[in-house]
Protein backbone atom coordinates (compact mmCIF):
# COMPACT_ATOMS: atom_id res chain seq x y z
CA UNK A 1 0.00 0.00 0.00
CA UNK A 2 2.63 2.46 0.77
CA UNK A 3 4.10 1.87 -2.80
CA UNK A 4 1.07 2.78 -4.53
CA UNK A 5 1.02 6.16 -2.13
CA UNK A 6 4.14 6.62 -3.13
CA UNK A 7 3.47 6.60 -6.92
CA UNK A 8 0.46 8.55 -6.78
CA UNK A 9 2.31 11.43 -5.13
CA UNK A 10 5.53 11.21 -7.88
CA UNK A 11 7.55 10.34 -5.04
CA UNK A 12 9.25 7.75 -7.06
CA UNK A 13 9.95 9.34 -10.41
CA UNK A 14 11.50 12.25 -8.10
CA UNK A 15 13.87 9.10 -7.23
CA UNK A 16 14.70 8.10 -10.52
CA UNK A 17 15.07 11.75 -11.59
CA UNK A 18 18.40 12.37 -8.96
CA UNK A 19 19.49 8.85 -9.91
CA UNK A 20 19.36 9.58 -13.23
CA UNK A 21 21.37 12.98 -12.42
CA UNK A 22 24.26 11.49 -10.41
CA UNK A 23 24.42 9.30 -13.26
CA UNK A 24 24.71 11.78 -16.08
CA UNK A 25 27.26 13.51 -13.82
CA UNK A 26 29.66 10.44 -13.18
CA UNK A 27 29.72 10.38 -16.88
CA UNK A 28 30.68 13.58 -17.18
CA UNK A 29 34.10 13.26 -14.96
CA UNK A 30 37.12 13.17 -17.20
CA UNK A 31 38.68 9.37 -16.85
CA UNK A 32 42.20 8.61 -14.85
CA UNK A 33 44.17 8.09 -18.09
CA UNK A 34 43.24 11.19 -19.35
CA UNK A 35 43.87 13.07 -16.34
CA UNK A 36 47.65 11.43 -16.38
CA UNK A 37 47.73 12.23 -19.53
CA UNK A 38 47.16 15.74 -19.11
CA UNK A 39 49.67 15.91 -16.29
CA UNK A 40 52.44 14.95 -18.27
CA UNK A 41 51.67 17.15 -20.93
CA UNK A 42 51.57 19.23 -18.76
CA UNK A 43 54.87 18.42 -17.17
CA UNK A 44 56.89 18.23 -20.75
CA UNK A 45 55.62 21.82 -21.80
CA UNK A 46 55.50 23.68 -18.30
CA UNK A 47 57.91 22.44 -15.98
CA UNK A 48 60.75 21.27 -18.12
CA UNK A 49 61.57 24.64 -19.63
CA UNK A 50 61.07 26.25 -16.18
CA UNK A 51 63.61 23.51 -15.17
CA UNK A 52 66.42 24.53 -17.58
CA UNK A 53 66.02 27.77 -17.74
CA UNK A 54 66.57 28.15 -13.82
CA UNK A 55 69.61 25.41 -14.14
CA UNK A 56 71.09 27.18 -17.11
CA UNK A 57 70.22 30.46 -17.03
CA UNK A 58 69.55 31.70 -13.77
CA UNK A 59 71.61 29.24 -11.69
CA UNK A 60 74.77 28.98 -14.74
CA UNK A 61 75.30 25.26 -14.45
CA UNK A 62 74.40 22.28 -13.27
CA UNK A 63 77.11 22.30 -10.24
CA UNK A 64 75.81 25.79 -9.10
CA UNK A 65 72.48 24.55 -8.71
CA UNK A 66 73.52 21.40 -7.07
CA UNK A 67 75.66 23.39 -4.57
CA UNK A 68 72.14 25.79 -3.72
CA UNK A 69 69.67 23.28 -4.24
CA UNK A 70 66.99 24.68 -2.00
CA UNK A 71 67.13 28.04 -3.87
CA UNK A 72 66.88 26.68 -7.31
CA UNK A 73 64.05 24.37 -6.46
CA UNK A 74 62.58 27.49 -4.86
CA UNK A 75 62.58 29.41 -8.20
CA UNK A 76 61.07 26.07 -9.94
CA UNK A 77 58.26 26.18 -7.44
CA UNK A 78 57.53 29.57 -7.14
CA UNK A 79 57.10 30.32 -11.08
CA UNK A 80 55.34 26.67 -11.55
CA UNK A 81 52.77 27.59 -9.45
CA UNK A 82 52.70 30.72 -10.53
CA UNK A 83 52.03 30.14 -14.47
CA UNK A 84 49.85 26.63 -13.25
CA UNK A 85 47.33 28.98 -10.82
CA UNK A 86 46.70 31.56 -13.38
CA UNK A 87 45.68 29.03 -15.67
CA UNK A 88 43.63 27.26 -13.54
CA UNK A 89 41.81 30.49 -12.68
CA UNK A 90 41.91 31.97 -16.13
CA UNK A 91 40.01 29.11 -17.68
CA UNK A 92 39.96 26.14 -15.62
CA UNK A 93 42.51 24.66 -18.27
CA UNK A 94 46.51 24.07 -18.01
CA UNK A 95 47.79 23.29 -21.98
CA UNK A 96 47.65 19.84 -21.01
CA UNK A 97 43.89 19.85 -19.68
CA UNK A 98 42.60 21.44 -22.96
CA UNK A 99 45.06 19.69 -25.36
CA UNK A 100 42.54 16.49 -23.91
CA UNK A 101 39.23 18.15 -23.78
CA UNK A 102 38.79 18.30 -20.14
CA UNK A 103 38.51 21.33 -17.53
CA UNK A 104 38.61 22.10 -13.85
CA UNK A 105 35.60 23.68 -12.28
CA UNK A 106 34.32 23.51 -8.97
CA UNK A 107 32.25 20.04 -7.53
CA UNK A 108 29.33 21.69 -6.36
CA UNK A 109 28.59 24.74 -8.90
CA UNK A 110 30.56 23.09 -12.11
CA UNK A 111 31.77 26.94 -12.63
CA UNK A 112 34.88 28.14 -12.24
CA UNK A 113 37.52 27.70 -9.08
CA UNK A 114 38.29 29.96 -6.34
CA UNK A 115 41.85 31.08 -5.44
CA UNK A 116 41.34 29.46 -2.30
CA UNK A 117 40.62 26.04 -4.28
CA UNK A 118 43.52 26.54 -6.31
CA UNK A 119 46.06 27.22 -3.67
CA UNK A 120 44.72 23.99 -1.90
CA UNK A 121 44.25 22.41 -4.81
CA UNK A 122 48.21 22.80 -5.86
CA UNK A 123 49.23 22.28 -2.28
CA UNK A 124 47.47 19.05 -2.54
CA UNK A 125 48.74 18.14 -5.73
CA UNK A 126 52.30 18.42 -4.79
CA UNK A 127 51.62 16.25 -1.31
CA UNK A 128 50.17 13.63 -3.98
CA UNK A 129 53.08 13.60 -6.15
CA UNK A 130 55.60 13.17 -3.33
CA UNK A 131 53.61 10.21 -1.56
CA UNK A 132 53.53 7.59 -3.27
CA UNK A 133 49.96 6.13 -1.36
CA UNK A 134 48.38 9.62 -1.91
CA UNK A 135 48.28 8.48 -6.05
CA UNK A 136 46.26 5.30 -5.35
CA UNK A 137 43.24 7.11 -3.75
CA UNK A 138 41.53 7.32 -6.98
CA UNK A 139 41.34 3.81 -6.70
CA UNK A 140 39.75 3.20 -3.73
CA UNK A 141 37.28 6.25 -4.09
CA UNK A 142 33.81 5.23 -5.75
CA UNK A 143 34.02 8.53 -7.61
CA UNK A 144 37.17 8.21 -8.63
CA UNK A 145 38.25 11.72 -7.28
CA UNK A 146 41.89 12.51 -6.59
CA UNK A 147 43.30 13.23 -2.99
CA UNK A 148 43.53 16.96 -4.36
CA UNK A 149 39.73 16.74 -5.98
CA UNK A 150 38.72 15.77 -3.02
CA UNK A 151 40.72 18.90 -0.90
CA UNK A 152 40.05 21.15 -2.92
CA UNK A 153 36.16 20.40 -3.81
CA UNK A 154 36.69 20.51 -7.30
CA UNK A 155 36.52 17.72 -10.47
CA UNK A 156 37.92 17.81 -13.89
CA UNK A 157 35.52 17.10 -16.02
CA UNK A 158 35.02 16.78 -20.11
CA UNK A 159 34.55 19.81 -21.58
CA UNK A 160 33.03 18.63 -25.35
Do not use: C
Request: hydrophobic share 50%; net charge positive.
Amino acid sequence: MAKWRDVKQNKIQQEKIVEKNSKLQKSNLASLPLRLKAFLTDTFLITTPIFYIVIYLIMGSGEEFAQDRAFGWGIIFAVHATIILIFWLKNGQTPGLKAYDIKLVDNNTKQRVSVIQVLVRYIATLFAVISIFLLFVPFFNKDKKTFQDILSNTIIINDK
